[in-house]
């Protein structure tokens, strides 16, 4: 009978999320539909289980109320995890496709499962948010142990910086100019989208109003006048922004004919102390 009742729920399984594949529907949405036919199979087949083998359970309660705590010791670490995939459902920390940071380890998130997270990780050996190839499974515990860094989230933008040194005796303001007017080109549509949704986190959020504009601010040191240009791109632009950035920064400067220089960590030696050499035999 069992058997029977098996071969019933996993041939139904199979069925609908066949269906949700035809439905060709949003890939978000056929995921978690997907998951939540799988997770209500094996809760039937567990329910199944105990009608069919009640009268046979029964004696076994008090063994089982004995070693309950001993299992529940055991097994700390898969119950945390089981309840950290809970807070997941209905907590809101991320979803597939959100770009994390959990338990040290940074990737987009391609699954969630009732025990783990996996990711594909991007960086460490790889400079920037770029993929590296492997995946992780974390444990769902971990989103009780440590925190969560949502990259996309309700904000799917992040702020970012380049720094621009300019040799002294440069123009500076035509050098402000240039950095702020490629500042605006390269990034303005990203500043356009993410002032709509900074909107909706001040509605959602007790969070003061921010500005989403590109900024140039300048500081001067030892060295050279500095160039911060601050500004909003796509979580998963940052890499590609900044490519576009220089490289327009680069022949703007470049047309200025010398009117702007880049600073460099080198030296210059302006005069040399006169030194007289005597040749002769003189002691």
């Known amino acids: 009978m069992l058997l029977f009742w098996l071969l019933i729920i996993w041939f139904v399984t199979k069925l609908v999320r066949a269906q949700i594949t035809r439905l060709q529907v949003d890939s978000e949405v056929g995921y978690k539909a997907k998951k939540a036919v799988t997770f209500t199979a094996y809760v039937l087949f567990i329910i199944i289980v105990i009608i069919l083998y009640s009268t046979s359970l029964a004696g076994f ?77 974390i444990a769902n515990s971990f989103v009780f142990k440590e925190p969560v860094f949502n990259y996309s989230g309700d904000f799917p933008f992040l702020w970012d910086e380049i720094k621009i040194p300019i040799r002294y005796g440069s123009d500076f303001e035509l050098a402000r100019t240039i950095c702020k007017n490629v500042a605006d080109k390269v990034t303005g549509g990203f500043s356009l989208e993410a002032q709509e949704t900074w909107s909706h986190m001040t509605r959602k959020y007790q969070v003061e109003k921010a500005t989403t504009q590109p900024m140039v601010t300048l500081i001067a040191n030892d060295n050279w006048i500095e160039f911060t240009v601050r500004y909003v791109v796509d979580f998963k632009r940052r890499r590609i922004t900044k490519d576009l950035l220089f490289t327009n920064l680069l022949k703007e400067i470049n047309n200025t004919q010398s009117k702007v220089q880049f600073a460099s960590a080198t030296f210059e030696i302006t005069a040399m102390p006169s030194n007289s050499i005597n040749s002769g035999n003189q002691p």
């Open 61 to 137: 309660t008090v063994a089982l109320g004995v070693a309950g705590a001993g299992i529940a010791f055991a097994l700390q670490e898969v119950i945390a995890s089981f309840a950290g995939w809970l807070a997941l459902l209905f907590g809101n920390f991320y979803k597939t496709g959100d770009r994390i940071q959990l338990g040290g380890i940074k990737g987009d998130v391609i699954d969630i499962g009732i025990l783990r997270t996996t990711l594909m990780e991007t960086g460490n050996w790889v400079d920037g948010d770029l993929y590296n190839g492997r995946i992780v499974r």
